[in-house]
C-alpha cells in the first residue's frame, strides 16, 4: 500500500491530508456525506440522506474490491475518491473510479489528486484499465478526466435518473493502464539516450 498519512498542497494554498478510510471514521464519512447539497447529492449511486446506504457500502473495509480514500483538513473530511473492483470474474482487472468532493474545495484540483492516487494504487494491485461514469452535464468533472489522459468511450443516452427522477446521458471514460505505463517507459529510455 502507498505510504500514508500524505500531506497534498492544493491550488489554494492549504494542505490536506490523504489516508484510506479506517473502521472508525464512519461517523465522519456520514457527516460528509449527509452535509452535501441536494445538487451534488443528485449524481451519486447511492441515498447517502439516510446513513444505512453509507454503511452498506463503507462499513466492511476490503481494500483489494474497495478502496476508499479519504482527503481532510484539520481532520474534516472534505472529499472521497474510491476505486472498485470485481472480487471475480472478467472484469477483476479493471477498476471503477468515483470522486465526491465538498463544493468548498471543488476546482482546487482536488480531484485530480485523488484519481492520481488512484491511479497509482491501480498500477500496484495489477489492474490494466481504470474507468469513470459521468453524467453528461458534469462538464467539469468530464475536462478533469480529459486533462490526466482519460478518454470518452462511449455516451449512453438517457442511461441514468438522478435523485428527482430526471434521465440523462452517462459518459464512459477509461484510461489504460498498461498502454499508458508503456508509453511512459518509452518516453524514460528516450530520455536515457539523450546527451
Known amino acids: 500500500m502507498e505510504k500514508y498519512p500524505k500531506e497534498v498542497q492544493l491550488k489554494s494554498g492549504e494542505t490536506i491530508v ?12 456520514i457527516g460528509f456525506f449527509q452535509s452535501l447539497p441536494i445538487e ?21 473495509l476490503n ?3 474497495r478502496y476508499p480514500l479519504l482527503a481532510t483538513l484539520e481532520e474534516k473530511i472534505i472529499a472521497i475518491g474510491s476505486m472498485y473492483r ?9 477498476g471503477e473510479i468515483r470522486v465526491v468532493v465538498s463544493p468548498s474545495f471543488q476546482r482546487k484540483g482536488l480531484c485530480t489528486i485523488l484519481v492520481k492516487e488512484l491511479f497509482f494504487h491501480a498500477i500496484a494491485t495489477d489492474m490494466y484499465k481504470i474507468q469513470a461514469e459521468i453524467m453528461e452535464n458534469q462538464s467539469s468533472a468530464i475536462t478533469a478526466f480529459e486533462h490526466m489522459g ?15 427522477g430526471e434521465r440523462h446521458n452517462l459518459v464512459i471514460m477509461s484510461l489504460d493502464i498498461k498502454e499508458l505505463w508503456y508509453l511512459m517507459e518509452d518516453f524514460i529510455q528516450d530520455k536515457m539516450y539523450v546527451t
Open 63 to 65: 481494500y483489494n474490491i
Open 18 to 29: 490523504l489516508n484510506p478510510l479506517q473502521s472508525d471514521e464512519m461517523e465522519k464519512l
Open 86 to 94: 470485481a472480487e471475480f470474474g472478467w472484469t477483476r482487472n479493471l
Open 150 to 164: 482519460f478518454k470518452k468511450e462511449a455516451v449512453l443516452h438517457k442511461h441514468v435518473s438522478d435523485i428527482k
Open 40 to 60: 451534488e447529492k443528485m449524481y451519486l449511486r447511492s441515498d447517502v440522506s439516510h446513513r444505512e446506504n453509507i454503511i452498506k457500502r463503507f462499513g466492511t
